[in-house]
């Protein structure tokens, strides 16, 4: 009895402790349900976020090749038939071959240009879509991603968009636009849910930024409002056309907590979100049944259950009947031995049944004895056909069968054979495992086949290396350069994986010679470009980077090129440039020549105001000359004060002949060719530069008076004596040195002429020689080149050696230079000698000063001219009417044409001109004899003067004899 009580007592705390283990255990279960399903919802989040950045990943990379194909930037341009024609095939290339919905091409204004789609009823062509955000992101530079409800297609899809720019402009000209349906991405959602529906129920959805269901594995509930939407936004959804009309309905889920929530049954869900990182606001969003979760975990708890109260109660018996232990102990192992047997088959019964595998299963001769649903759908041929025959029946004629045949013969234990056959109209593509079975003693009993319809994968395996060959011929014979690299050593180096021709071509260098080197070794400039930086901060962030336009320079190549750089999925960088260095080139040769244009107006500038006050200096000087030759003739000859009256007429002389160089400066002045002393030119020269020379110049001149003469124009002369002393000067300027100047005779034969033209005999040879800082060798090539200077952009115009070239020689001479680096230069300049004085060119008659007794009409605006000119001329024995206005000149004129035999009238006057003044006195005597006297030649020369009438031209300042000169062969012309 007290046996009894003890084996009851055991039994109850067996029993106790079992039933408190067993609540422990389900509670165990129920937590372990909820965690796996957290991780299976984390799972199926991450899959199909992985699948949407994918997805945009691919389109976008797809918009950015679109937007570099020069074709369509060139339809923007010009839209006319070629070029459309061009644009129209590059969208449809892409659409066909790319697995696109649509391509198209939208000019600046939003219109749709081209299209993919042209032919359909759905067409985008000439359809304005600039109200779309994702051609508002792209139209200012930046691509676009936009999901929506199509316009005219009224499916939904995500549109990528990309800016069209012309290379070396930043400003859009158009935007490439892909649309790719939703349906693609909702199959992945179904295939992700059928592979879970066993132990859960899942609902998922994908929201736009307002909670508006756009994707999601139940049908039902597109378009709807997620969670409770406000009016407010249901308007502003309506206006934006991103889903049409509506409405909108409440989906009916209602959120009880942060990650829970119950629909309008009551059903409670658990809810897991995940948020689209390349679409800013959108969301995945995945709702798992609780309810579900708890009867899967009662189900779990009820099978384990069942296990331990067959242990209790194997326990309990063996505790209340000792002598049957070993016989117990038999019976369970059995029991548990027969269980899993039975398991065992099951499994393998539900995996025959339901593998999407053909599975066959066949006899040591090779007859069919079962086989499972998905072999007889595989092949095409019933179950009830298949079983009891002889498996070779089931395959074609040819090496695949011969090669089945030889495997039935047991001579390996596994084999492999793949072969084509043709089920009802279609031909596929069959992958056969043949594996025999042995018992434990060897002995062959039959075997099992696993038979795969791999047509699908040997179709997408050829249209993937299809679609590889046709991105291997786009990347061949794009002129776009585009290379690959691989980042190793965690981003530290990057290496070439590939690179294009146009790629290769630029760095000049072969595709061998990049392939497997790190980037800083074939281009020891990267880093001073920028790109190597840009390239880790890409292979660090994954957001694409663009490198403005930059000049990459090494010893081996220098060009402006300007990358865009991007990381793909599988972690390889993309870089895409092109070469611009041409256009730059071009763009800095007409910065230069605008620089020279500006230069040259300068001068021209500088000249008419240097015109103009040599106008005015001659109307002083004028005056002054003449007062001082009429003195000269009023004084006793000897004396002192006609020896200084000469000084001041010698001095104003040369004032005159500067006027002179500044009238022939800006062109206001004709060439004047007499024999020139070119020593007192030099000496002028040298009177007129030294005080602007620093003392750190030491100037030495030795200047032969026995230099014979030369025929030039003095002033001419006189820049090219001014141009070479200047330009050792600034050769001299920041160091210091000697200038030496020396004009000396010197005879040069045959053997000593440069240039053919010249002849030989007798030269003046002028020598300017400095110490500065010397010509290289290539500098020495070029120096007479129009515009090429070697000094600062504020020191020289590259145009005084030219001008220096071209004067010598047109003067039948000849200019050298002698010049070595870093040791100064020597100019010699060589002028033929045409006579060795004066008097040898001249006859040396001394002339006498001309007069008559005419009368003479004078008109000058300057009253200090006409008080100096009316005595001179009376003093020749004329008889002269002088007046200060031309309106007055030809008043007096009119009174008495008969009164005058000469006009002697200044040409720049107010009021009236006198070549004006001229015309109108000829229109009253046509035969009326006419002298002009003007400052500047500007508007009228002897040459001008004589092809309208005027019979005589001098210029200002004249001395008396000149101008006595032109008034006599005026009056005495016929």
Same mark, same amino acid.
């Given at each position: 009895?007290?046996?009894?009580?003890?084996?009851?007592?055991?039994?109850?705390?067996?029993?106790?402790?079992?039933?408190?283990?067993?609540?422990?255990?389900?509670?165990?279960?129920?937590?372990?349900?909820?965690?796996?399903?957290?991780?299976?919802?984390?799972?199926?989040?991450?899959?199909?976020?992985?699948?949407?950045?994918?997805?945009?990943?691919?389109?976008? !990379?797809?918009?950015?090749?679109?937007?570099?194909?020069?074709?369509?930037?060139?339809?923007?341009?010009?839209?006319?038939?070629?070029?459309?024609?061009?644009?129209?095939?590059?969208?449809?290339?892409?659409?066909?071959?790319?697995?696109?919905? =649509?391509?198209?091409?939208?000019?600046?204004?939003?219109?749709?240009?081209?299209?993919?789609?042209?032919?359909?009823?759905?067409?985008?062509?000439?359809?304005?879509?600039?109200?779309?955000?994702?051609?508002?992101?792209?139209?200012?530079?930046?691509?676009?991603?936009?999901?929506?409800?199509?316009?005219?297609?009224?499916?939904?899809?995500?549109?990528?968009?990309?800016? =069209?720019?012309?290379?070396?402009?930043?400003?859009?000209?158009?935007?490439?636009?892909?649309?790719?349906?939703?349906?693609?991405?909702?199959?992945?959602?179904?295939?992700?849910?059928?592979?879970?529906?066993?132990?859960?129920?899942?609902?998922?959805?994908?929201?736009?930024?307002?909670?508006?269901?756009?994707?999601?594995? $139940?049908?039902?509930?597109?378009?709807?409002?997620?969670?409770?939407?406000?009016?407010?936004?249901?308007?502003?959804?309506?206006?934006?056309?991103?889903?049409?009309?509506?409405?909108?309905?409440?989906?009916?889920?209602?959120?009880?907590?942060?990650?829970?929530?119950?629909?309008?049954?009551?059903?409670?869900?658990?809810?897991?979100?995940?948020?689209?990182?390349?679409?800013?606001?959108?969301?995945?969003? /995945?709702?798992?049944?609780?309810?579900?979760?708890?009867?899967?975990?009662?189900?779990?708890?009820?099978?384990?259950?069942?296990?331990?109260?067959?242990?209790? *109660?194997?326990?309990?018996?063996?505790?209340?009947?000792?002598?049957?232990?070993?016989?117990?102990?038999?019976?369970?192992?059995?029991?548990?031995?027969?269980?899993?047997?039975? @398991?065992?088959?099951?499994?393998?019964?539900?995996?025959?049944?339901?593998?999407?595998?053909?599975?066959?299963?066949?006899?040591?001769?090779?007859?069919?004895?079962?086989?499972?649903?998905?072999?007889?759908?595989?092949?095409?041929?019933?179950?009830?056909?298949?079983?009891?025959?002889?498996?070779?029946?089931?395959?074609?004629?040819?090496?695949?069968?011969?090669?089945?045949?030889?495997?039935?013969?047991?001579?390996?234990?596994?084999?492999?054979?793949?072969?084509?056959?043709?089920?009802?109209?279609?031909?596929?593509?069959? $992958?056969?495992?043949?594996?025999?079975?042995?018992?434990?003693?060897?002995? =062959?009993?039959?075997?099992?086949?696993?038979?795969?319809?791999?047509?699908?994968?040997?179709?997408?395996?050829?249209?993937?290396?299809?679609?590889?060959?046709?991105?291997?011929?786009?990347?061949? /014979?794009?002129?776009?350069?585009?290379?690959?690299?691989?980042?190793?050593?965690?981003?530290?180096?990057?290496?070439?994986?590939?690179?294009?021709?146009?790629?290769?071509?630029?760095?000049?260098?072969?595709?061998?010679?990049?392939?497997?080197?790190?980037?800083?070794?074939?281009?020891?400039?990267?880093?001073?470009?920028?790109?190597?930086?840009?390239?880790?901060?890409?292979?660090?962030?994954?957001?694409? @980077?663009?490198?403005?336009?930059?000049?990459?320079?090494?010893?081996?190549?220098?060009?402006?090129?300007?990358?865009?750089?991007?990381?793909?999925?599988?972690?390889?960088?993309?870089?895409?440039?092109?070469?611009?260095?041409?256009?730059?080139?071009?763009?800095?040769?007409?910065?230069?020549?605008?620089?020279?244009?500006?230069?040259?107006?300068?001068?021209?500038?500088?000249?008419?105001?240097?015109?103009?006050?040599?106008?005015?200096?001659?109307?002083?000087?004028?005056?002054?000359?003449?007062?001082?030759?009429?003195?000269?003739?009023?004084?006793?000859?000897?004396?002192?004060?006609?020896?200084?009256?000469?000084?001041?007429?010698?001095?104003?002389?040369?004032?005159?002949?500067?006027? $002179?160089?500044?009238?022939?400066?800006?062109? +206001?002045?004709?060439?004047?060719?007499?024999?020139?002393?070119?020593?007192?030119?030099? !000496?002028?020269?040298?009177?007129?530069?030294?005080?602007?020379?620093?003392?750190?110049?030491?100037?030495?001149?030795?200047?032969?008076?026995?230099?014979?003469?030369?025929?030039?124009?003095?002033?001419?002369?006189?820049?090219?004596?001014?141009?070479?002393?200047?330009?050792?000067?600034?050769?001299?300027?920041?160091?210091?040195?000697?200038?030496?100047?020396?004009?000396?005779?010197?005879?040069?034969?045959?053997?000593?002429?440069?240039?053919?033209?010249?002849?030989?005999?007798?030269?003046?040879?002028?020598?300017?020689?400095?110490?500065?800082?010397?010509?290289?060798?290539?500098?020495?090539?070029?120096?007479?080149?129009?515009?090429?200077?070697?000094?600062?952009?504020?020191?020289?115009?590259?145009?005084?050696?030219?001008?220096? /070239?071209?004067?010598?020689?047109?003067?039948?001479?000849?200019?050298?230079?002698?010049?070595?680096?870093?040791?100064?230069?020597?100019?010699?300049?060589?002028?033929?000698?045409?006579?060795?004085?004066?008097?040898?060119?001249?006859?040396?008659?001394?002339?006498?000063?001309?007069?008559?007794?005419?009368?003479?009409?004078?008109?000058?605006?300057?009253?200090?001219?006409?008080?100096?000119?009316?005595?001179?001329?009376?003093?020749?024995?004329?008889?002269?009417?002088?007046?200060?206005?031309?309106?007055?000149?030809?008043?007096?004129?009119?009174?008495?044409?008969? +009164?005058?035999?000469?006009?002697?009238?200044?040409?720049?006057?107010?009021?009236?001109?006198?070549?004006?003044?001229?015309?109108?006195?000829?229109?009253?005597?046509?035969?009326? $004899?006419?002298?002009?006297?003007?400052? *500047?030649?500007?508007?009228?020369?002897?040459?001008?003067?004589? @092809?309208?009438?005027?019979?005589?031209? =001098?210029?200002?300042?004249?001395?008396?004899?000149?101008?006595?000169?032109?008034?006599?062969?005026?009056?005495?012309?016929?």
């Amino acid at each position: 009895m007290r046996l009894k009580i003890i084996v009851i007592a055991l039994s109850l705390l067996t029993v106790l402790s079992t039933a408190v283990g067993l609540f422990s255990f389900y509670a165990s279960l129920k937590e372990a349900a909820f965690a796996e399903d957290h991780i299976v919802s984390g799972q199926h989040l991450h899959d199909v976020e992985n699948a949407f950045s994918l997805l945009i990943e691919h389109y976008k !990379r797809i918009a950015q090749t679109m937007a570099s194909q020069k074709a369509l930037a060139a339809v923007l341009e010009n839209p006319d038939t070629t070029h459309m024609s061009a644009a129209n095939g590059i969208l449809d290339l892409f659409n066909t071959h790319m697995e696109t919905s =649509v391509c198209y091409l939208m000019n600046r204004r939003g219109t749709t240009v081209a299209s993919s789609n042209r032919g359909s009823t759905e067409s985008f062509v000439e359809k304005n879509y600039a109200f779309r955000p994702y051609f508002k992101t792209a139209i200012t530079g930046k691509p676009g991603i936009y999901a929506a409800l199509g316009v005219t297609s009224g499916k939904r899809g995500i549109y990528f968009s990309h800016p =069209v720019i012309q290379p070396g402009d930043d400003t859009p000209i158009g935007v490439v636009a892909v649309k790719q349906d939703i349906e693609m991405l909702e199959k992945r959602f179904m295939s992700v849910q059928d592979a879970a529906q066993n132990r859960f129920r899942h609902i998922t959805i994908i929201t736009d930024p307002n909670g508006i269901i756009f994707a999601s594995d $139940r049908k039902a509930l597109l378009y709807q409002s997620l969670w409770p939407f406000e009016e407010k936004g249901r308007k502003g959804l309506a206006a934006s056309k991103q889903f049409g009309q509506g409405p909108w309905p409440w989906s009916g889920f209602r959120k009880i907590a942060a990650d829970q929530a119950v629909d309008t049954d009551g059903t409670q869900y658990r809810i897991h979100t995940d948020a689209i990182g390349l679409m800013p606001g959108w969301q995945i969003v /995945h709702m798992s049944d609780q309810a579900a979760i708890s009867t899967r975990a009662r189900a779990s708890f009820f099978q384990a259950a069942g296990y331990a109260l067959v242990v209790i *109660f194997i326990m309990i018996g063996a505790g209340t009947i000792l002598l049957n232990r070993l016989a117990a102990k038999e019976i369970a192992r059995r029991k548990v031995t027969s269980k899993q047997l039975r @398991e065992s088959k099951e499994r393998y019964q539900l995996i025959f049944e339901n593998s999407p595998l053909g599975i066959l299963h066949y006899d040591q001769k090779g007859v069919i004895v079962a086989c499972n649903d998905s072999l007889a759908k595989i092949i095409g041929t019933p179950i009830e056909r298949l079983i009891g025959f002889h498996m070779l029946a089931s395959m074609p004629p040819g090496d695949a069968r011969e090669a089945v045949a030889s495997s039935l013969k047991m001579s390996e234990s596994r084999f492999s054979v793949t072969y084509r056959t043709v089920t009802g109209n279609k031909e596929i593509i069959i $992958r056969a495992v043949l594996k025999r079975i042995e018992t434990q003693d060897g002995t =062959v009993i039959g075997g099992i086949g696993i038979f795969e319809d791999i047509s699908e994968a040997a179709r997408s395996q050829a249209a993937l290396e299809s679609n590889e060959e046709r991105f291997r011929q786009i990347f061949n /014979h794009m002129g776009t350069c585009v290379a690959v690299y691989e980042g190793v050593d965690h981003g530290k180096d990057f290496i070439f994986k590939d690179i294009n021709p146009a790629g290769a071509t630029v760095g000049k260098l072969d595709r061998e010679a990049h392939i497997g080197r790190s980037v800083q070794e074939v281009y020891p400039g990267v880093h001073e470009l920028g790109l190597f930086e840009v390239l880790k901060r890409v292979w660090q962030t994954g957001q694409a @980077e663009h490198l403005p336009l930059t000049v990459y320079q090494d010893q081996r190549i220098a060009i402006w090129i300007e990358n865009y750089v991007c990381k793909l999925p599988s972690g390889e960088i993309i870089a895409v440039y092109d070469d611009i260095t041409g256009k730059k080139q071009a763009e800095e040769e007409n910065r230069q020549l605008t620089n020279q244009l500006r230069q040259l107006q300068k001068i021209e500038a500088i000249g008419v105001l240097a015109g103009g006050i040599a106008h005015d200096f001659n109307n002083i000087l004028f005056p002054i000359i003449g007062l001082t030759e009429m003195l000269i003739e009023d004084i006793p000859k000897g004396g002192p004060i006609q020896k200084s009256l000469r000084e001041i007429l010698a001095g104003a002389a040369r004032a005159r002949d500067l006027v $002179r160089q500044i009238l022939a400066f800006s062109r +206001q002045a004709d060439q004047e060719v007499k024999p020139v002393r070119v020593q007192d030119v030099l !000496r002028e020269v040298l009177r007129l530069v030294r005080p602007s020379l620093p003392a750190t110049i030491d100037i030495r001149s030795r200047i032969d008076d026995a230099c014979g003469l030369v025929m030039a124009d003095p002033t001419q002369i006189h820049q090219v004596a001014l141009n070479l002393i200047t330009n050792a000067y600034h050769a001299m300027a920041e160091t210091g040195g000697m200038l030496e100047i020396i004009l000396e005779p010197t005879a040069l034969h045959l053997s000593d002429l440069a240039d053919p033209a010249m002849d030989s005999g007798d030269y003046v040879c002028l020598a300017v020689s400095d110490t500065g800082y010397g010509m290289s060798g290539e500098t020495l090539d070029r120096i007479f080149d129009p515009y090429f200077t070697t000094k600062d952009k504020d020191k020289g115009t590259g145009l005084g050696l030219s001008v220096v /070239h071209g004067i010598v020689k047109s003067h039948g001479g000849d200019i050298q230079v002698e010049s070595t680096s870093g040791q100064g230069s020597i100019f010699r300049v060589y002028l033929p000698i045409r006579a060795s004085s004066i008097h040898d060119s001249e006859n040396g008659e001394i002339e006498k000063t001309p007069g008559g007794d005419e009368r003479i009409l004078l008109i000058d605006d300057e009253p200090s001219i006409v008080k100096m000119m009316q005595p001179m001329l009376e003093r020749l024995g004329y008889r002269v009417t002088a007046r200060t206005s031309s309106i007055e000149a030809l008043e007096a004129f009119n009174a008495n044409p008969d +009164q005058f035999d000469l006009l002697l009238t200044d040409m720049t006057m107010p009021q009236m001109t006198g070549l004006e003044l001229t015309k109108r006195v000829k229109q009253i005597r046509p035969n009326i $004899r006419t002298v002009i006297c003007s400052g *500047f030649s500007e508007y009228i020369n002897e040459k001008k003067a004589k @092809e309208i009438g005027i019979h005589g031209f =001098v210029m200002k300042p004249v001395v008396k004899t000149d101008l006595a000169k032109a008034i006599r062969k005026a009056l005495d012309a016929s």
